[in-house]
């Protein structure tokens, strides 16, 4: 097992910048997962790592060693592809058993690993077969096992589920975790899917136009977003942004969305400034009416079962709503809706920065200070 660490490291291809600057550590035995759009540079990175592409700037060590110019089948990391990358001329176990045959294994030897190995990931009984006439989901797992066989300190995968149908896709995300949890081997996880990199991973790296623009343990992210970008991309469904208006014209700043207002902890912005104010659809609930703060008209209703998604008009505003399945709501209805303050986010509508209310006149505290008064 190794770590993994990257030191500035830069990739252009010409004149464009991929990848700016990044710097990671990786610990050994971690999961760590890179999450964002496409075209973000998720694979160019982990190609690098990989060493199917060469850095540009930068230092790339694993296990304390740099390899910026190590040849990729000596940096011991076996990667999984989106595609497979399986020989269609072999059986599953000739594919699996390829990478130990090239390093002149004993036949013998070779035939144990990969029984081994095809046993973890339960597809013993398919080694005799031609990756055609495997499902897409077993397939993968020869891909896995082909990996896995030779007992790498890095694992990398690049988005090695995408091809698999939904619920293959959540069925493989627990197997892989599985694994890890069995293995313990440093693991570098692709995704543009931020469900997958929530669920498996120990630490998010979340990536926009070659840049990491935050990482962290998964829940951190999902609740202390640093800026708009993660806000909106973490988190399903999708955080709700509303462009408010600072008020402070009277004893207490309120946020204005047309008509509505809303009290809410101090900000540090001028009166009359635009603010993003991020709330998540989880977080806003069903309120009597004379608990309500805001009043949209719904639009489309989803009954999921366990829950319901309002997606409601609030002032020309769009907001979705995640709502107890027993409330019954209809299109054109205009209802009340409620929400906590600690919920809600603030972004800089310029930047997208993440703004930090001030706690001195808090909703809270005021409740508190009423409940004292
Ligand atoms: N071989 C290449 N030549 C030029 N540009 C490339 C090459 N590979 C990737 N890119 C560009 O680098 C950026 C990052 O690509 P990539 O790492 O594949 O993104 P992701 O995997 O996050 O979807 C994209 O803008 C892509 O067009
Ligand atoms: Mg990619």
Redesign the pocket.
Known sequence: MAEVSLEGIVKD??S?R?IHDVDLDVADGEFVVFV??????????L?MIAGLEEISGGELTIGGRLVNEVEPRDRDVAMVFQDYALYPHMTIAENIGFGLRMRDWKKADIERKVKESARILQIDSLLERRPAQLSGGQRQRAAMGRAIVREPSVFLF?EPLSNLDAKLRVEMRTQIKRLHAMLGTTTIY?T?DQTEALTLADRVVV?DE?RVVQQGHPLELYERPNCRFVGEFIGSPQMNILDAIVDRTGDQTVLRVGATTVPIADLPLRNGAHVDVGIRPEHIYWAPRENCLLTPTVDVYEPLGSDTMAICDLEGQEITARLDPKVRIKPKQSICLSFDASNLHFFDSQDGSRIEPGLSTSLESSRNRAALD
Not at 36 to 45: Q, V
């Open positions: 291809y010409g464009y991929a964002g759009p496409s075209g973000c540079g998720k694979s160019t990175l190609r690049d692709v543009h990536l070659g």
